[in-house]
């Protein structure tokens, strides 16, 4: 099983991965770029972490979803990024540094409020 759900380094969800991988569950991150929010692409925490690699803010928020045991789904419809989401298995990223990148979560959502009855009854209402 898969279960896609907002994943990035400003809600990091580690509960619901933790529940999800008891289960058998693989977690798997829609909008692990935060949808471009929180200035994830020039972040100095995650622009410093890049550095130490000769990566960008982007290859480090998505190689530590990666790292985390999620599968990842980042979009773009620029090529050169599209291959920089790809450029992301040749490095590791430190225990230390991954606590870093841990502090950023905001333990919420800006991007969506599922507790939000409203939202709910929005997405349980669409056709497919």
């Known amino acids: 099983m898969v279960n896609q759900i907002e ?3 400003f809600f990091a969800q580690y509960n619901a991965i933790e529940n999800m991988k008891k289960y058998g569950c693989l977690p798997q991150a829609w909008g692990p770029l935060a949808e471009g929010k929180h200035g994830i ?3 100095p925490v995650l622009t410093e972490i890049g550095k130490k690699h000769g990566k960008t803010a982007a290859q480090i928020a998505l190689k530590w979803n990666v ?3 999620v599968s990842i789904l980042p979009k773009s419809v620029h090529k050169e990024r599209i291959e920089q989401n790809f450029d992301i298995w040749n490095f590791t990223i430190s225990d ?4 870093k990148i841990d502090a950023l979560d905001l333990k919420h959502s800006e991007i969506i409020d599922h507790n939000n009855p409203e939202v709910v009854k929005y ?3 669409a056709k497919v």
């Not at 230390?96 to 606590?99: A, G, H, P, V």
């Open 41 to 43: 692409f020039t972040h």
């Open 67 to 69: 790292q985390r045991g």
């Open 123 to 125: 997405i349980l209402s």
């Open 7 to 9: 994943l990035h380094p």
């Open 96 to 99: 230390e540094d991954m606590k």
